[in-house]
C-alpha cells in the first residue's frame, strides 16, 4: 500500500516516474539510471545461479518440483525455437531462453510495491525525507533498457545474417533483394531502392521490440501509480488492495505475454536474416 501522497496525485506519479541518475556529463547519453542497471544486473544473476544449481542438481531419475519446473520452461522454449527456426539450435535455444526468462524476471518487477525503496530507506536508515528517494524498480519501464535490449538482438540478427551469407552474401542481399531483376542496368537502378527498403527493414525490428516492451511496461506501471495514488492512506486501504490485486492478476498475464513476444520476434528475425532470398 502506498503512503500518503505528498502535494496530491500528480506530484506522487512525477515522483515514481524519476530514475536514480548518476550524470557523467551534460550529454543526455551520459546520464546513467543506476536503478535500472542495478536492477537488471541482479536479475540476470539470479536467473543464472538458480538454472545453474538446478542443473548441478538434475538426475535422471524422479525429478524434484524444482527441476521439473525449470525442464518444463526449458522445454517449452525449445519447442518454440524448433517451430520457428529449422537449423542449429544448439545457441538459438539458450538466446532464447535468456530472453524469456530474463524479460520475465524484469517485468515481474512491476508487482512489488511502489514505495518500498522510499521505505526501506526511511525505516533502515532513519531518513525522514525518504520520500524524495528515487528508485524505480521496472526496468522494461525505462526506454533505456528496452533499447538496449532490442540493440544486442538486432546485432546478434546481423551475426546471423553474416554468418549464414557471408559478408560479400549479405550485402549482396542488401543491394539486389526484394526487387530483382537480370539486367545490370536495371540491377543498378534498383540498388538504392533495394538498399533503402532493407535499412529499413532492419532498423524498424530493434525500434519494434524496445517501443512495444516498453509501451506496455510503462503503462502497467502508470496504473499501478494511479491506483497507489488514488487510494492511499488507511481510509481507503481495502478499496486499494481489491484494486491493486485485480490488475496486478490481469498484469501477471501482460508480463509473461510480453516476455513471450519478445522471445519469439527475437527468434522469428534470426530465422528470416539466416534466409536467402
Known amino acids: 500500500m502506498a503512503s500518503e501522497p505528498q502535494g496530491g496525485l ?3 506519479i512525477q515522483h515514481h516516474l524519476h530514475h536514480n541518475v548518476v550524470s557523467l556529463g551534460d550529454a543526455p547519453f551520459m546520464k546513467i539510471h543506476v536503478d535500472s542497471i542495478l536492477v537488471a ?7 543464472c545461479l538458480w538454472f545453474w544449481l538446478m542443473a548441478r542438481k538434475a538426475t ?4 524434484s518440483k524444482g527441476q521439473a519446473f525449470v525442464e518444463l520452461i526449458v522445454e517449452f522454449v525449445d519447442t518454440q525455437v524448433k517451430d520457428t527456426f529449422h537449423g542449429d539450435r544448439r545457441t538459438v535455444t539458450p538466446l532464447a531462453l535468456s530472453i524469456f526468462m530474463w524479460v520475465t524476471f524484469l517485468n ?17 536508515a532513519g531518513v525522514e525525507t525518504a520520500h ?26 546481423l551475426g546471423h545474417g553474416i554468418k549464414a551469407k557471408g559478408g560479400l552474401g549479405f550485402g549482396k542481399e542488401l543491394m539486389t533483394a526484394p526487387f530483382h531483376a537480370h539486367n545490370p542496368v536495371v540491377v543498378a537502378i534498383l540498388v538504392p531502392f533495394n538498399f533503402l527498403l532493407n535499412v529499413v527493414e532492419y532498423l524498424s525490428k530493434p525500434v519494434s521490440l524496445a517501443m512495444r516492451l516498453f509501451g506496455n ?6 496504473v499501478f501509480m494511479l491506483i497507489a495514488g488514488l487510494f492511499a492512506g488507511w481510509i481507503s486501504f481495502l478499496p486499494g488492495v481489491i484494486f491493486n490485486t485485480a490488475w496486478a492478476i490481469f498484469h501477471i498475464l501482460i508480463i509473461l505475454l510480453q516476455a513471450f513476444i ?4 527475437t527468434i522469428v528475425y534470426i530465422a528470416t536474416a539466416r534466409e536467402h532470398h
Open 262 to 265: 519478445f522471445m519469439m520476434l
Open 41 to 47: 544486473f541482479l536479475l540476470g544473476a539470479v536467473f
Open 10 to 12: 500528480t506530484e506522487y
Open 217 to 222: 511496461m510503462y503503462g502497467g506501471e502508470l
Open 108 to 124: 515481474a518487477m512491476d508487482l512489488l510495491p511502489l514505495d518500498a525503496p522510499s521505505w526501506t530507506v526511511k525505516t533502515a
Open 132 to 157: 524524495h528517494t528515487f528508485f524505480r524498480w521496472v526496468p522494461t519501464a525505462d526506454i533505456n533498457t528496452t533499447v538496449g535490449l532490442a540493440l544486442v538482438v538486432f546485432f546478434i540478427v
Open 60 to 63: 535422471s531419475g524422479v525429478p
